[in-house]
Structure formats: C-alpha cells, structure tokens
C-alpha cells in the first residue's frame, strides 16, 4: 500500500536526525588533564597529543650524592613562570615509558677504548628500560645517521654497534638536531636524549645557536655523557656545550674517568629516568604567540630536611611544543 510507505518515511527520518543531533549530547565525556586527539590511521599506541595552555614540566630531585629522590608530592613543588608563582593543576610521578633518542659520537676524536667502555655501560642502561620504552639510534662522524627508527628491541640497539670503527669529522649539532627531532614525533609522553660524545664539532650545518633554539622549544630531556671535549671548535668547547644543553632541559652531563664512573653515570641517568616528576599547571591569561618565558622550580620543604637538588627545563615558547 501506498499509505504505509508515506506513513512509516517521516518516523524514520525523525529517528536518524534523532541519532546525528541530539543522542550524542547524552554520551559520557571525559574530562582530562592533556587533550588527546587519536588518528584512526595510527597504530594504538600511538597517541597525538594537543595541548592548547597546558605548561609540562618533567622534574628531577637528587640528593647531594646524586641519586633520585622519590617520594615527594604536589605541594614539595614551586613553579615559577617568569617569576608568577603557578597554580599546579598536574601532577604524577608515575614510572612513565619513555621515547629516548640515542645520539652516539663514532667520529675521529673518539677512541676506540672509549667506544668499546661506552658500549658496555649502555648496554646495562638498555636492559634496565621498561618493555614500553622504544629507542631511536643515531651516529655521526661527518654527517648523522638514523640507524634505527623506533623500535622497543634494545638488543637491536646493540648488535649496531658491532662494527663501528671511529672516523672522520664530527657533526655533533646536526645529530643532537635530529635526535630531537626524532623523540619528539615518539609515541610516548615522556622524550629523552642520551648524548654520548665529547661534544665537539667540525662538521654540522646546524650552529650551536640554532640547536639551542631548537632544544628551548621542546620538553625534550637531554644528558651527556662526555669524553674531553676541552679546546673551543666553532667557538664553544665540547664540555661548555654538552653542559649547557643538558642544564637548559632540566637533564645532567656526567665526564666519567674510567669504565667504573661510566657505568655510574649511565646507572644515574637510567634512575632518574624513571624517577621524573611530572608537573603541569595552565598559565593565566595565556597567548600563543611564540614568546619566550621563563621557568624556575623550587622545592618547598619542611624546616630541617636534608638538602636536595631539583632540575627542569628553564624556559618555553608559549603555543610551541609546550
């Protein structure tokens, strides 16, 4: 019958506008700390974050021998973003999975013994990596290489250093560059650097200006273990430089003497890796404008604590990677 067609079509059409407009007021929203957008063409693991006015900061403490501090909580915690003590709105000290960028010196000014002592100390640093972690490797002599893209196979990290032989000239800038560079497109929250070399260059497009810049645009965290490094090349010596770019992202550069230091080293970077605070609070009257501020943390303790070190990145561009 004609009649039950023109009957049942107006129902019909009133309860698929029903689904497209209104049901969807009715679903649960969650409300959350980071805007998390996820791209349905990437992997589950990988997550896109946006954050439009959230300020992050990963936050070491260490004691006066060097070693992490656990324990604390959001009210052991001043930050300071150009000298206007912040509300905290975040705060975790959760063992969070990293993304962490290798970057490893294989130019002439290396040695073969401090290849080899470097070598085993970051072997124990990669087995001591949660199963989540996931590495990006890099070498340089004349120019950087990506030798391997992400991947969670620390043993894979190894087995590339089988035969590496040191030579050439030294483009540390261009590798620290494109290390960043690589951390920050990781899947995970947390982006580490490990820089092992003596911090020379002779080679690179990159000026070590330009890496500053970029290192103060991102909350990437960048230790140093260096070799030498003393005599000024391109105007900054190796050990100024590894110092400075480490301090600027609230990370440390360690000068071991010997295989016994180098493996302390790598031990009290692997630590702290897993020992970050993770602090974020929401400027008022924030603007994306690409202005630079500076950040202090201080620690609030009681009267009689022993005395502690704490470290975070000291400025951010406001709407870059913050």
Same mark, same amino acid.
């Given at each position: 019958?004609?009649?039950?067609?023109?009957?049942?079509?107006?129902?019909?059409?009133?309860?698929?506008?029903? %689904?497209?407009?209104?049901?969807?007021?009715?679903?649960?929203?969650?409300?959350?700390?980071?805007?998390?957008?996820?791209?349905?063409?990437?992997?589950?693991?990988?997550?896109?974050?946006?954050? *439009?006015?959230?300020?992050?900061?990963?936050?070491?403490? *260490?004691? @006066?021998?060097?070693?992490?501090?656990? !324990?604390?909580?959001?009210?052991?915690?001043?930050?300071?973003?150009?000298?206007?003590?912040? =509300?905290?709105?975040?705060?975790?000290?959760?063992?969070?999975?990293?993304?962490?960028?290798?970057?490893?010196?294989?130019?002439?000014?290396?040695? =073969?013994?401090?290849?080899? $002592?470097?070598? @085993?100390?970051?072997?124990?640093?990669?087995?001591?990596?949660?199963?989540?972690?996931?590495?990006?490797?890099?070498?340089?002599?004349?120019?950087?290489?990506?030798?391997?893209?992400?991947?969670?196979?620390?043993?894979?990290?190894?087995?590339?250093?089988?035969?590496? =032989?040191?030579?050439?000239?030294?483009?540390?800038?261009?590798?620290?560059?494109?290390?960043?560079?690589?951390?920050?497109?990781?899947?995970?929250?947390?982006?580490?650097?490990?820089?092992?070399?003596?911090?020379?260059?002779?080679? %690179?497009?990159? *000026?070590?200006?330009?890496?500053?810049?970029?290192?103060?645009?991102?909350?990437?965290?960048?230790?140093?273990? !260096?070799?030498? !490094?003393?005599?000024?090349?391109?105007?900054?010596? !190796?050990?100024?430089?590894?110092?400075?770019?480490?301090?600027? *992202?609230?990370? @440390?550069?360690?000068?071991?003497?010997?295989?016994?230091?180098?493996?302390?080293?790598? =031990?009290?970077?692997?630590?702290?890796?897993?020992?970050?605070?993770?602090?974020?609070?929401?400027?008022?009257?924030?603007?994306?404008?690409?202005?630079?501020?500076?950040?202090?943390?201080?620690?609030?303790?009681?009267?009689? %604590?022993?005395?502690?070190?704490?470290?975070?990145?000291?400025?951010?561009?406001?709407?870059?990677? $913050?």
């Amino acid at each position: 019958m004609k009649t039950g067609n023109s009957v049942w079509r107006p129902i019909i059409l009133s309860f698929v506008m029903f %689904s497209l407009v209104i049901a969807p007021a009715f679903l649960p929203q969650t409300a959350v700390a980071q805007r998390e957008t996820t791209n349905p063409t990437t992997p589950r693991e990988e997550r896109i974050t946006v954050n *439009t006015d959230l300020i992050t900061l990963s936050v070491s403490v *260490t004691d @006066k021998a060097g070693r992490a501090v656990p !324990g604390l909580n959001k009210s052991n915690f001043n930050i300071y973003d150009d000298n206007q003590l912040q =509300e905290i709105h975040f705060f975790s000290d959760e063992d969070a999975p990293a993304s962490v960028g290798i970057v490893f010196d294989t130019s002439g000014s290396m040695s =073969e013994r401090k290849i080899i $002592q470097a070598k @085993k100390a970051l072997a124990r640093f990669i087995r001591t990596s949660k199963d989540e972690d996931e590495f990006f490797l890099i070498d340089f002599n004349t120019r950087a290489r990506l030798l391997l893209d992400r991947t969670r196979d620390g043993d894979a990290v190894l087995k590339k250093f089988n035969y590496v =032989e040191p030579n050439g000239n030294t483009a540390f800038y261009d590798a620290v560059y494109l290390g960043i560079e690589k951390v920050t497109r990781g899947s995970r929250a947390r982006k580490i650097v490990l820089v092992i070399s003596d911090g020379e260059d002779n080679e %690179s497009r990159y *000026t070590f200006k330009e890496l500053q810049r970029r290192v103060r645009e991102t909350d990437v965290i960048i230790y140093a273990v !260096g070799f030498g !490094g003393y005599y000024p090349i391109r105007g900054i010596n !190796g050990r100024d430089a590894l110092e400075e770019l480490a301090r600027a *992202t609230g990370g @440390k550069a360690f000068f071991p003497k010997g295989a016994v230091e180098m493996d302390e080293a790598f =031990e009290k970077i692997a630590l702290e890796m897993r020992r970050f605070y993770s602090i974020g609070y929401y400027p008022p009257d924030f603007v994306a404008d690409g202005k630079k501020h500076r950040l202090k943390t201080k620690l609030n303790l009681p009267a009689g %604590s022993p005395r502690l070190f704490v470290r975070s990145r000291e400025v951010y561009f406001a709407g870059i990677n $913050q």
